[in-house]
């Protein structure tokens, strides 16, 4: 933000000026990298640079992009990212990190401490795994501590309550499942903070690629449950980062 509060501080006095000014101010906003046009005062705005979504990108538009974030001295999140945009990423950058299990590639310069309050990840079943651990590295890569609590779904309800403690602790929980979608709605009942409900694509034919989820944890009766979209742990982990920034 100093930076480009410098920026608007010279073009004011004069110091840059006509030709110049516009190209400086187009400089800091953007990049025109042809196949994408990176925002570079994201960070500025809302506290986060820009995400990389990688699925439908070719793996060299991916390096391209990672490259031009490192430039700028970008923190770096890339999600949905296969084993050949991992590939290409290396040869941008080798110290970038690959988190396997949740398809996830991250880069930081800017380490920052972590903040207080604890985000805990559910997973109802090992099958939703690659969602929640998802939403857990990008949780952590904001900075915050997570706990990680996997398999706790409702059919065998005596697991959740094992970690009912643990859980308890959190200040925003994001609840993962497929299935019927229970879990958030138990959880919801049973704690004091947040519940953010993230629906998965895991189930049989009924369960429509995850819309009768989604439509469960929609109609919830429990309040204080938000939900994000199918499969969506990116969003539940950048969610509740939010929260427990505030």
């Not at 010279?10 to 000026?17: D, F, L, N, W, Y």
């Not at 941008?92 to 880069?107: D, G, K, L, N």
């Not at 920052?112 to 590295?137: C, H, K, N, P």
């Not at 469960?216 to 979209?229: D, E, Q, W």
Request: charged letters at 15%; glycine letters at 8%.
């Amino acid at each position: 933000m100093k930076a480009l509060d410098d920026l608007l501080q010279k073009i004011t006095s004069g110091e840059i000026a006509g030709a110049d000014a516009v190209q400086a101010i187009r400089q800091a906003y953007f990049a025109d990298l042809e196949h994408a046009t990176l925002d570079l005062s994201r960070a500025a705005r809302t506290g986060a640079a820009e995400v990389i979504y990688c699925a439908g990108k070719s793996p060299q538009q991916v390096a391209d992009i990672f490259r031009s974030m490192l430039q700028h001295g970008q923190d770096i999140l890339a999600t949905r990212a296969d084993a050949a945009c991992w590939a290409a990423v290396q040869s941008v950058e080798p110290s970038a990190r690959y988190h396997e299990s949740a398809q996830v590639i991250t880069h930081r310069k800017n380490t920052d401490a972590q903040r207080a309050g604890m985000i805990a990840v559910v997973a109802a079943g090992t099958s939703d795994l690659r969602v929640a651990d998802e939403a857990a590295v990008t949780a952590e890569f904001y900075g915050n501590p997570v706990l990680r609590v996997t398999d706790v779904g409702v059919a065998g309800i005596h697991r959740l309550f094992d970690r009912l403690p643990e859980i308890r602790t959190a200040r925003v929980i994001i609840a993962v499942a497929g299935m019927e979608g229970a879990l958030p709605s138990v959880l919801g009942g049973l704690v004091s903070c947040p519940v953010i409900a993230v629906p998965t694509s895991v189930g049989y034919g009924a369960n429509l690629g995850g819309i009768a989820t989604l439509l469960a944890m929609l109609n919830s009766c429990t309040p204080g449950i938000s939900v994000v979209n199918i499969d969506n742990g990116f969003g539940a982990g950048y969610l509740a980062a939010r929260i427990n920034a505030l």
